[in-house]
DNA sequence: ATTCTTCTCCATCATTTGATGGAAACGAGC
DNA sequence: GCTCGTTTCCATCAAATGATGGAGAAGAAT
């Protein structure tokens, strides 16, 4: 029994799939309020009614949006997780950006769609999330930031919540930083990387790692 | 001569300023597509028409907002950076932190506004911000990021904005985070500074400042 | 050929939303 | 008390927006 998302992830070329595209670059791009659905169907090249027949009300549209991206960042973190497997902390962390940022420069609405879930009241009510919890607790437990694997400190919680959100804020922000620091967008993506790395790694290198269980040091 | 946003700063109890108050919050809370003329008329008991007799079409009294909290934030940091002023770089971090995230929890718009600029596109155009490149570089000299003071480096900007964003993502998403981490607004406060000092300072302190010039070190 | 299901569009609604004109209230100066 | 500039509200518009009913196309099953 396929829900209505699981039925558009699997057949990409039906119109159902086709909408939850569009919708998802529209909605990363403009905000809930700000994307109407004349404008994912127009996008779509279809009356709005189609689009209602498929997805029915916006807001459900919305979420289904939500769902599908938590689906494809889990999948990309379980592969980077396979990668960096056995690996010491600080390339374990290198890598992780690298893969990271390479994948979300190239799906940036889900950086953009987290974010203004975090940040932003929707005057519609929303369903909160059962993924994002999940989501951090696995990357602390792959980023061995947790000595208990089934309880993760709260520490280590916000720490895995500040790493993910400077990444997201520097794709998410690409569109306002870039031009403000006259970059080509090659050169931005490496020093994006750099800036990541250089802020990232020395908390959790070396001796800094130990230094997280005993605060105000 | 004044401009309207000068005297709305000057005469807190005006319709004006008021008017300029609520649309501070709203706009924070909502975006600006999720937040209607009406709601911050009602916001300050006045007729629609009367907030329009003020400061005109939605979108003007959108970019005064974001000149207001601009105007705010360069005040506050001029202010810390007269406390900080001649002390070695991790007190320097650590009591900037301290001193910002303290008005950031009381003026959480701030961060809202200034996230959501970078990351949203507003369907009505919008003129670019002088404001933060200028908030960037006065950072990045008060952090002595830079050698030349005149011309402050990419790398250096970039640090800063990652540092910044860091800061505005707890602020901005404590509705989310918070119930998420189960904790009470008191000890999440404690937290978030804790959680920022572990990331932010080790990157900065001591030797790791000079490696900010070897890239891929 | 017919039926049935699935899908798509046209026409249309009710509400919401940004915005304005004009009348009344208010208060300062005379 | 009258005048004049300022401020506020009521009534109203036009456009945008979320949403639906129903008619028709397209194709498969019989």
Known sequence: MATPLEKARMAPDSMKARILKAARRLFGQYGFHGTTTRM??????????????????K??????????????????????????????????????????????????????????????KTRHPTGHDIHVPELISDVARSMN???????????????????????????????????????????YVVRVRETLKFILVPAFAGKAALRARSPAG
Chains 1, 2 share one sequence.
């Open 145 to 187: 930031l947790s000595e208990d694997k089934s309880r993760i400190s709260t520490s280590a919680r916000m720490q895995v919540l500040a790493i993910m959100n400077t990444i997201h804020n520097f794709i998410s922000g690409e569109g306002f930083f870039r031009p403000m620091l006259g970059l080509e967008k090659k050169e």
């Open 40 to 57: 994912i169907a127009k996008d779509v090249e279809i009356d709005i009614s189609t689009l209602y027949y498929h997805w029915g009300e």
């Open 59 to 120: 807001g459900d549209l919305y979420e289904a949006v939500i769902r599908d991206i938590y689906e494809d960042l889990k999948l990309k973190l379980s592969e980077v997780e396979k990668v960096i497997h056995g690996r010491p902390l600080s390339e374990r962390m290198e890598i992780s950006i690298d893969m990271m940022t390479d994948y979300l420069f190239d799906n940036p609405e889900i950086s953009n769609l987290i974010l203004f879930r975090y940040f932003t």
